[in-house]
Each structure stands twice: as structure tokens, then as C-alpha cells.
């Protein structure tokens, strides 16, 4: 196998703001493995206010492994992983995984939900992220939101202070009672403040996603509002799947749990321990959203996820369009798609 690296922005159409900063574009690897006819990709998009982990970290990371690649069987991804990947970082493993799982299905001829024992697989529910910040400016995302037919949408909080409370119910109001709204704070609360967030939230939000950080903080809050709690920084902790819950729901992320092996792994192990499990996307380009895609149809998600986000990009992606609420993973061979996010 050959590699090569290569650096990728993607502009967005506005700044995207949460809890641990803003996000103007997304900056990441591109990782492609070739025996010569086909090409597999991976992709490791880290967001570094979100993890700490930045995409020169993860170059400096992923370039010596790749060397160990030039004796690997490439039909034989498992054997690889294991041969090189130990001890990667999230994002870093995730390219690697998925590139090699990519490289070896397009050689085989089928797809990696195929690949994934997976024959028969149905769209996945998305939900839409309402980005901006601005009373105005959100509720238009949320009107279109509910036009384009989506029937879940995600808001950030925990932006803005007192701000915040207005323009969920706001958001609550352009969007009805029918359709799912989530609240990330993006473990921005202390358990006090998030007490009484909860409380002025409890009428109008359908779940929180991570009030506070730490899974101690996280079990001192569950079930004390009647809002289920969604775990996703904290979802790689050691303990989060274990008893008693921290949270009702866990956000998964490709990113951070280093590939889509761990990725379906994980939501078994979730499920197991009486959580429901959901995707999301660390704002990750076309490579990445495909893999979580095809990690969301091999296990059929409890809840929307949040992997429509390549419509924040300036960019189209044909190949990875949402359509009344939903998306499924490109048919073809592999990923079914490549950076470009084109069929193929």
C-alpha cells in the first residue's frame, strides 16, 4: 500500500458558536491508502476547542505508523489495526481505520455496510443543528428546519447567559410541539447554574446534552428536572456506561472514539447498559460524515443524529444530502464516496 497526506480547509457559510468557542473553519487531514488501482480515505478532523487535540497533532501522530503500511495485507484491515494502530489518538486512529476498511471493500467490490455483515439497511433520522446565536437569524434556521421536514433540531446554549432562555422558547415556538429540540451546553454549567438552567428549560427542550463535565457532576443531575441528560464529552470516559447512569442518552462521535469498529462497538456496549444511543458530528467533512453514516445504519440510532452538518460548509456534497430529515450512506463500493463528497 502507498499513502499520502494532505492538509484540507472548509470554510463555513457562518461561524458556528458553542459553549467552548467559535468555529470559522474546519481544518483536517486527509489520508488516502492506494494498492495502485483503488483508493480508500480516512479523515481526521479534530476540533480542538471541543477536544484539545489540533490537526498538526494528529499529522505528527499518523505519519510514522503510516510508514509500517508497506508489507500490509490490504485486504486485511483488523490485522493492520492491530499491527499499527495502538495507542492513536481518536481522530487519528479514525482516519487510519477507515481508510483501510474503505481500501479493502472497494478491492472486495462492496460496500462497507456490506462489509459490516449489513445487507438490508433503512435511511437514518437527522437532526438539524441551529447554529447562529441571534434570536432572528435562529428562528428563520428553525422555520426552514421544519419546511425542509426534519423532525429533530439540536440549538446551543450556555452562549449567552439569560439570552439563551428566550430564544429556545422562541426556537420552541417556529418550531411546534411535534418536533424533538435538544439544549448542548457543551459541559459549560457548574452543577448550580445547570440546576436552574434545568429547571427554566424543563417545559421547553426535550433533552440536554451535556449540562455540566465530569460523570460524578453528571449522576448529581440526572433525574432532577425531568429532562433526560445526553452524555457526549463524556462519553470516552472510563465509567460512562457504567452503573448507576450518568445520563439516559450518549452522543457518539467518530472522532473521538477513533473509528467505526469502536464506533458500533461502543453503541453495543451503551445499549447493554440501558442507554439510548445517538450520532453526532465534531463539524467533520465528507470522508467523516460517510463513515458515521454507515456506523448509524449498521445500528439504527434511538434518536435523530446530528450528521447533517456538512450544510454548514460552503461546499456541496452531492452525495451526502439530506432529504426530508434523512440520509443514508452513498451506495458503491467502500465509503461510496470520496473527499469530494461525489458518488462514487
Known amino acids: 500500500m502507498r499513502w499520502s497526506v494532505q492538509r484540507r480547509i472548509h470554510e463555513l457559510k457562518a461561524p458556528a458558536t458553542a459553549a467552548h468557542g467559535t468555529t470559522f473553519k474546519r481544518d483536517m487531514l486527509l489520508l488516502s491508502l492506494t ?5 480508500g480515505w480516512g479523515e481526521a478532523s479534530p476540533l480542538s476547542s471541543y477536544s484539545g487535540v489540533t490537526a498538526d497533532e494528529c499529522d505528527a501522530a499518523l505519519r510514522p505508523r503510516l510508514d509500517l503500511l508497506a508489507g500490509a495485507d490490504p485486504d486485511d484491515p483488523d490485522s493492520t489495526l492491530r499491527g499499527c494502530a495502538e495507542g492513536l489518538i481518536g481522530p487519528t486512529r479514525a482516519a487510519l481505520e477507515v481508510a483501510l476498511r474503505d481500501l479493502a471493500a472497494r478491492r472486495a467490490g462492496i460496500s462497507l455496510l456490506e462489509a459490516f455483515g449489513v445487507t438490508s439497511a433503512r435511511s437514518v433520522d437527522i437532526r438539524a443543528l441551529l447554529s447562529s446565536t441571534d434570536l432572528s437569524v435562529a428562528q428563520a434556521e428553525a422555520e426552514a428546519a421544519k419546511r425542509a421536514g426534519f423532525r429533530a433540531v439540536k440549538a446551543k446554549v450556555a452562549t449567552g447567559g ?22 448542548d451546553a457543551n459541559g459549560a454549567w457548574n ?28 449522576r448529581e443531575l440526572k433525574g432532577t428536572s425531568g429532562i433526560p441528560l445526553a452524555l457526549d464529552e463524556d462519553a470516552t ?3 460512562a456506561f457504567d452503573q448507576p447512569l ?33 450520532y453526532g458530528s465534531t463539524l467533520d467533512g465528507p470522508v467523516g460524515i460517510a463513515a458515521s453514516l454507515i456506523a448509524a445504519q449498521a445500528v439504527q440510532p434511538d434518536l435523530a443524529c446530528g450528521l447533517g452538518t456538512l450544510e454548514a460548509f460552503e461546499e456541496s456534497f452531492d452525495a451526502l444530502e439530506v432529504a426530508d430529515g434523512q440520509m443514508s450512506s452513498p451506495e458503491g463500493p467502500g465509503l461510496g464516496t470520496d473527499p469530494e463528497g461525489t458518488r462514487c
Open 246 to 278: 450518568a445520563a439516559d442518552v450518549v452522543c457518539l462521535k467518530l472522532q473521538a472514539w477513533g473509528g467505526l469498529d469502536n464506533l458500533i462497538q461502543a453503541a453495543g456496549r451503551a445499549r447493554e447498559a440501558g442507554l439510548l444511543v445517538t
Open 191 to 218: 452543577v448550580t447554574e445547570a440546576l436552574e438552567q434545568l429547571a427554566v428549560l424543563c417545559d421547553t427542550v426535550d433533552l440536554v446534552e451535556q449540562p455540566v463535565r465530569g460523570l460524578a457532576e453528571m
Open 162 to 183: 439569560a439570552s439563551d432562555h428566550v430564544r429556545i422558547d422562541a426556537l420552541r415556538g417556529a418550531l411546534g410541539r411535534n418536533i424533538h429540540l435538544s439544549a
Open 237 to 239: 470516559e472510563i465509567g
Open 35 to 39: 494498492d495502485g488501482v483503488h483508493t
